[in-house]
């Protein structure tokens, strides 16, 4: 009797024991099934890695890129302007280098004359120009009234002139009285030379010359 309960536990722990073996063996081909996949996602994970360094090197090369294409904006810039100033120069040096013609010459000439004489009418002596003989060559080549006297000359514009003889009659006998200093300074010189004087019958101032 105590034989076959101890036969019993042995066939139980027997049939046991072969089920954990039958277990260990279906875990140990489980385990051995599963290692290519665990080798293929640990070539995932290190691919996923590899891709993560690509964006990141990627983003600082982007960086990169911008800023370079910042500085060649600017140096385009730089260079559009350097190019419209070089067009400036070429076209002033052609200015120099092309003669100008009379007209352009006197153009700048009476514009300058009035800047300088804004009652559009002076005694040479007063502008003293550097070379007295050529200013008055060249206002006479430019249209302007030239009036000469002794060791002086009245250089003036048409409408200026034109004004001062309308003018002249009702200026006072009295250079004094002449309010305006180009008009009494001008009006003097005529005096001088003859070529104007003060009537006293008719109470005017009359011109001799020529009106032009």
Not at 25 to 42: A, D, G, N, Q
Not at 85 to 111: I, K
Not at 168 to 181: F, G, H, Q
Request: hydrophobic share 40%; charged share 35%.
């Amino acid at each position: 009797m105590q034989q076959s309960k101890e036969s019993r536990l042995s066939n139980r722990f027997d049939g046991d024991f072969a089920k954990l073996v039958k277990m260990l063996e279906i875990v140990v081909k489980f385990v051995k099934s599963s290692i290519p996949y665990l080798r293929k996602i640990e070539a995932v994970e290190s691919s996923v890695s590899g891709i993560a360094r690509d964006i990141e090197a990627l983003k600082h090369l982007r960086k990169e890129v911008e800023s370079l294409r910042i500085s060649v904006e600017a140096l385009a810039k730089q260079l559009s302007d350097l190019r419209s100033v070089l067009e400036e120069l070429r076209s002033s040096e052609r200015a120099r280098s092309r003669p100008r013609s009379l007209e352009e010459r006197c153009e700048e000439f009476v514009s300058r004359f009035l800047e300088a004489n804004p009652s559009g009418m002076e005694l040479l002596s007063v502008i003293a120009p550097k070379n007295p003989a050529r200013f008055v060559e060249m206002a006479r080549s430019c249209g302007l009234v030239v009036v000469e006297g002794d060791g002086d000359a009245l250089i003036a514009v048409e409408d200026a002139w034109r004004r001062f003889l309308e003018e002249l009659p009702t200026l006072p006998s009295n250079l004094e009285e002449v309010r305006d200093p180009v008009k009494r300074r001008v009006l003097e010189f005529l005096r001088k030379n003859a070529l104007a004087y003060y009537d006293n019958v008719e109470k005017r101032w009359r011109y001799l010359g020529e009106a032009r």
